[in-house]
């Protein structure tokens, strides 16, 4: 069977679920770092995670904007929600985790920028270090960024325990059109061919 790179309305294509599934592993090992570090402080493991916050954190921001960028451009061709309360509640909650993607880290560096500390992820200098110091750019990460964080990571557990609900209690095609080949659903998922016009 020939790759599909691109999305249909019955499945996501091969772009859409290698961001979906990168970004899962990736978003799992910064909530471990954070999480290993608030439960047991500072060790060697937990230093590793911390090293390597802020660099991981810039990485899944740049992925959620080729993202977004990818999800624009195969809009009209993946699989749509279901026009009832339930598909306009998957639409807003996915639109709430795109929006804190972009936010939690945004804040973060925002108040790294204004630190005069410098920021070189990966050997590539995003930020110089400077002399100046701005004190407002730290207020909204201080506030915001751990705290909304944690709002994405419920949202998250919300999303996983969704996506069961419709592969062992539903029982229909809507993890396959993410995870596996074609369902094999007792119950399809509404594709765009079935909704109402
Ligand atoms: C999607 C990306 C990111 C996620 C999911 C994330 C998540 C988190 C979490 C859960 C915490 C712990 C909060 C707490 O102690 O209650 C944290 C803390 C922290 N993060 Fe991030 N982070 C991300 C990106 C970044 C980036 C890009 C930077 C730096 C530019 C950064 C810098 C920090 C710092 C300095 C802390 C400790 C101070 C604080 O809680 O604000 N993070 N982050
Ligand atoms: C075990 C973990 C996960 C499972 C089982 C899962 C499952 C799914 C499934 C089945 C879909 C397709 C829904 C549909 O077509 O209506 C989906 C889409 C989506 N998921 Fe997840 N997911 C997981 C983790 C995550 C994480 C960590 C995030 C990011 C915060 C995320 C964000 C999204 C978004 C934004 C969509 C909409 C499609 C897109 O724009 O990529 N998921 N997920």
């Given amino acids: 069977m020939a790759l599909q790179w691109r999305d249909t309305s019955e499945r996501y294509g091969i772009v859409s679920r290698g961001l979906h599934w990168g970004m899962a592993v990736l978003l799992a090992l910064q909530f471990l770092g954070m999480g290993l570090k608030l439960a047991v402080g500072r060790t060697p493991l937990t ?65 790294l920028y204004g630190s005069g500390r410098g920021f070189r992820p990966y050997g590539i200098e995003l930020i110089a270090p400077s002399e100046r110091k701005l004190e407002w750019t730290e207020l909204p990460a201080e506030l915001l960024h751990g705290e909304l964080a944690w709002v994405m990571l419920a949202l998250i557990a919300g999303h996983v325990a969704m996506a069961l609900l419709h592969r062992f209690w539903w029982r229909d095609g809507v993890l396959a059109r993410m995870w596996g080949g074609r369902a094999r659903a007792r119950r399809p998922a509404a594709s765009a061919d079935e909704m109402p016009a």
């Fill in 47 to 111: 230093s590793f995670f911390v090293s390597n916050h802020a660099p991981l954190g810039v990485l899944l921001l740049v992925l959620c904007v080729l993202r977004i960028g990818w999800g624009l451009a195969n809009a009209r061709r993946r699989p749509r929600q279901r026009r009832d309360l339930l598909g306009r509640l998957a639409l807003a909650g996915h639109g709430a985790l795109y929006l804190l993607m972009l936010l939690v880290p945004t804040l973060a560096l925002l108040r």
